[in-house]
């Protein structure tokens, strides 16, 4: 899905890199060049709608951390970032579906 989505984007080169962590973990890396002509690699980050069905489906949250370590917000997520970096990683793309159709996507640089 993310392929065609970005295809029609005009990124070019579009490779999907999937890795698995434990029993059902799995992290989706792309490497792709951007319309500008930039060779980047992003980490896909998926939303999904917080709360029951009296929410209204009115915010959606995205995972980007696991665990927090010690109450320590700003410091995971640093680590976390810098984690990535070491990866090859230079954007991150926050991906919220709805059904089987992109609804809203965000493409962030890692720095």
Request: net charge positive.
């Amino acid at each position: 899905m993310l392929r065609e989505f970005l295809a029609s984007r005009e990124f070019l080169h579009i490779e999907d890199i999937r890795k698995k962590y434990g029993g059902n973990t799995e992290s989706q890396t792309i490497l792709a060049m951007s319309p500008a002509g930039e060779s980047i690699a992003i980490r896909v980050r998926l939303c999904w709608y917080r709360g029951g069905k009296s929410s209204g489906r009115s915010y959606s949250a995205v995972q980007l951390l696991s665990s927090v370590k010690g109450g320590d917000w700003e410091g995971s997520l640093s680590k976390k970032i810098h984690r990535d970096e070491q990866e090859g990683v230079t954007h991150y793309l926050f991906v919220q579906r709805e059904d089987q159709q992109i609804k809203y996507a965000a493409l962030v640089t890692n720095s």
